[in-house]
């Protein structure tokens, strides 16, 4: 935050956000991330509520990719999207696999997996606790 009185320009870091308005802002991401692998054709998406089952990441959205190239482009547009609502990613699994890509935001991880890697690692069923997002119909903008 700027503040100028006369010409004096005094800086300030902007007020920290309430753990309330972070988690709806991770909200609003995950269900965007969702929203684009649906876009991409991804099957039986799925966003994970997991703020109140592990301290470690709020959102994971889960989705099932066709090929490898899907997959990675998915990943890629949702790079753009987090870019474009003040996120950025913090870790990349996967990136040349044929099996799972990762992309680690922080708050949000969004897991992208063949068919076959996704039933093995079925991570609905790990973290069943975890409530699920309506990322279909929940507005964000």
Known sequence: MQITIGELEISQPDAPRSREEQ???SRKNAIRCARIADEYKCKDVV???MSTVTPIVDF????????????????DEADRS????GGHRLGLEGRDSNIWVLNDYGDIVLHL????SREMYNLEGL?????????????ID
């Open 23 to 25: 988690l709806r802002e």
């Open 113 to 116: 997996f063949n068919r076959d």
């Open 127 to 139: 973290w069943a606790d975890a409530k699920l997002v309506d990322w279909q119909s929940e507005e």
């Open 47 to 49: 966003v994970l509520d």
């Open 60 to 75: 994971f959205v889960i989705g099932t990719g066709i090929t490898p190239r899907q997959m990675r482009a998915v990943a």
């Open 82 to 85: 987090m870019e474009d609502h």
